[in-house]
Nanobody, 123 residues
Framework: EVQLVESGGDSVQAGGSLRLSCAASGTYSSYWCMGWFRQAPGKEREGIATIGGYGSTSYAVSVKGRFTISKDNAKNTLYLQMNTLEPEDTAMYYC?????????????????WGQGTQVTISS
């Protein structure tokens, strides 16, 4: 079994930055695709950033240029650096993993999920 635990969510003002972390444990492989999703109240959960097994990254248009996904394989930890935050970024943020090297933004393709960490951006 794989466990994913997010941390780093907080309440900050617009224009600020946050770094989210996701610690993976259990029968996890560093070659798996991992991604960050978010869900705002009343909205569908959406994929915003992914990193493939060999390090290739993809971003949703809404966060490209502001967010950076990375991972530290030695620590089994996934990160999301979020800069120039906007009120529209307010959401619960989840990390997810799937047993493939390649990634996509399809929620149902991910097998493992964390419990989420709340990010709130005030204007």
């Amino acid at each position: 079994e794989v466990q994913l635990v997010e941390s780093g969510g907080d309440s900050v003002q617009a224009g600020g930055s946050l770094r989210l972390s996701c610690a993976a444990s259990g029968t996890y492989s560093s070659y798996w695709c991992m991604g960050w999703f978010r869900q705002a109240p009343g909205k569908e959960r959406e994929g915003i950033a992914t990193i493939g097994g060999y390090g290739s990254t993809s971003y949703a248009v809404s966060v490209k240029g502001r967010f950076t996904i990375s991972k530290d394989n030695a620590k089994n930890t996934l990160y999301l650096q979020m800069n120039t935050l906007e009120p529209e970024d307010t959401a619960m943020y989840y990390c997810a993993a799937r047993k493939t090297v390649s990634c996509d933004f399809v929620r149902n393709d991910y097998t493992y999920w964390g419990q989420g960490t709340q990010v709130t951006i005030s204007s």
